[in-house]
């Protein structure tokens, strides 16, 4: 079942002073299926928040249309619109809680607008903290807890209505490694647990990796390519995802880097792309062997997603030329993605 569907969307803003146009999206389309994660990845400005405010229905599309399960959220009037926003949380990078009431507080606020008596709030406030490993601090205000503690809040605040979706803004941007594996896990228990389909932004390949079943790269305004974690990020079709591989991976020199190993290294020099295959490597060291053909790796970096290999390998080939061009043309023939980078 599709939770969220955006078909043929475009945002157009007019700027301020000089009533200039700026498109935020550009004919977006995706779908976000009721109970998984799905991650959106994009540089800044890339129309990223801009989407999360249409499926929210903080913002109408100026064409095209957002579904939220059966509902069109951008043609419903503002009372309705209201209502649905109660089965959405949003979480934010500067976690947005009330620095004048207590964690329990923050955590109860909504269930307060939504109407629900002391007695059932408080059970809720308890289940949520427990849940979210702050049981102990609900007498706490947000400015004594760390940054990891004030998301866990936000989680367990946007959790309190009982949303079925959950609007992940930038969630974790502003903290340090190990509070963000840990904030993510705790996503990863929301999603598991709760059943809860979470639509995640970032502009980090690392926190997609962690969590996301399918993602969607985002350039520009529009989806450069979408589809499932690994065949997205293992190969890259737009130069924006590959953009955010090599970031993440740094399995390919720079360029900077290839003209100092050109310059220490006389042979071949040949990146290999690693193929999530069983005898991958020795099939490639064998190959090499059969031209007679030495390759020392001088480069590289291989790392997992969804538990599949993805990287590359650099090599520097010497041997004979003839026995590298055949190598190398019988690896082509395999199928292997290779780049000669002798420039
Ligand atoms: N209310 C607005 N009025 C005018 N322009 C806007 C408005 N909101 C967004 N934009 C423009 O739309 C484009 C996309 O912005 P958006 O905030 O959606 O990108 P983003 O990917 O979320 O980036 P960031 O991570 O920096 O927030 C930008 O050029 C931005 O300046």
Known sequence: MTHVRLSHVSKTFTRGRD????????????????????????????????LIRL??????????????????????????RRGL??????IFQQFNLFRS??????VAYPLKVAGIGRAERDRRVARLLDFVGLLDRAH?????????????????????????????DEATSAL??????????????????????????????????????????MDGGRIAESGTLYDVFAHPKSAATADFVR?????????????????????????????????????LARTFLEHQVAAGIIYGGISELQERAVGSLTFELTGPDEGIDA?????????????????
């Open 140 to 168: 706490d205000h947000p400015e004594q807890l760390s940054g990891g503690q004030k998301q866990r809040v936000g989680i367990a605040r946007a959790l309190a209505t009982e949303p079925s979706l959950l609007l992940a």
């Open 55 to 80: 499926i929210n229905g903080l913002e109408s599309p100026t064409s095209g249309q957002v579904f939220v399960g059966d509902h069109e959220i951008g043609a419903l009037p503002e009372r309705d």
């Open 19 to 50: 009533g200039g146009r700026v498109v935020a999206l550009d004919d977006v389309s995706l779908d976000v299926a009721e109970g998984e994660v799905f991650g959106i990845i994009g540089h800044s400005g890339a129309g990223k928040s801009t």
């Open 101 to 106: 009431r207590t964690v329990a507080g923050n």
């Open 247 to 283: 970031g993440a991976l740094r399995d390919r020199p720079s360029p900077e880097t290839l003209a100092r190993l050109r310059h220490t290294h006389g042979g071949r020099i040949v990146t290999v792309a690693i193929r999530d295959r069983t005898g991958f490597q020795t099939a």
């Open 176 to 217: 340090d490694p190990k509070t963000t594996a840990e904030v993510l896990a705790l996503l990863g228990r929301v999603n598991r647990e709760l059943g809860v389909t979470i639509v995640l932004i970032t502009h980090e390949l690392d926190v997609i990796r962690a969590v996301a079943d399918r993602v969607a790269v």
């Open 85 to 90: 926003r109660r089965d959405i949380g949003m």
């Open 327 to 343: 190598a190398l043309a019988a690896l082509r023939a395999d199928g292997v993605d290779l780049t000669e980078e002798n420039g």
